[in-house]
Nanobody, 120 residues
Framework: QVQLVESGGGLVQSGGSLRLSCAVS????????IGWFRQAPGKDREAVSC???????WYEDPVKGRFTVSRDNVKNTAYLQMNNLSPEDTAVYYC??????????????WGQGTQVTVSS
């Protein structure tokens, strides 16, 4: 059974940092891409970042230069380091796994999400 479990969310002040983790079980992380997505209240889910199986990375424009995606295949865990957070980053953050960095609708496996709240 494949499971993705996000952790590391919380409440942080504007300008602060958080590191999200996505612990994966039931599949070999080294063979999969991990996508990060977020959904703010009343808004559609949006892509944030992705790291491919070959460690290629991609970032949506609003987070470029502030967020860094990484992975530790030994620990079967992916990470999203988020720096210089702003209230606009407030959302539930999700990780997802699939063979490549795809659109959200194409991912087969999803975590349950972790809440990130940034106060002004």
């Amino acid at each position: 059974q494949v499971q993705l479990v996000e952790s590391g969310g919380g409440l942080v002040q504007s300008g602060g940092s958080l590191r999200l983790s996505c612990a994966v079980s039931g599949l070999q992380l080294e063979l999969y891409a991990i996508g990060w997505f977020r959904q703010a209240p009343g808004k559609d889910r949006e892509a944030v970042s992705c790291i491919s199986a070959s460690d290629g990375t991609w970032y949506e424009d609003p987070v470029k230069g502030r967020f860094t995606v990484s992975r530790d295949n030994v620990k079967n865990t992916a990470y999203l380091q988020m720096n210089n957070l702003s209230p606009e980053d407030t959302a539930v953050y999700y990780c997802a796994a699939d063979w490549g960095c795809f659109d959200a609708d194409e991912y087969d496996y999803w975590g349950q999400g972790t809440q990130v709240t940034v106060s002004s």
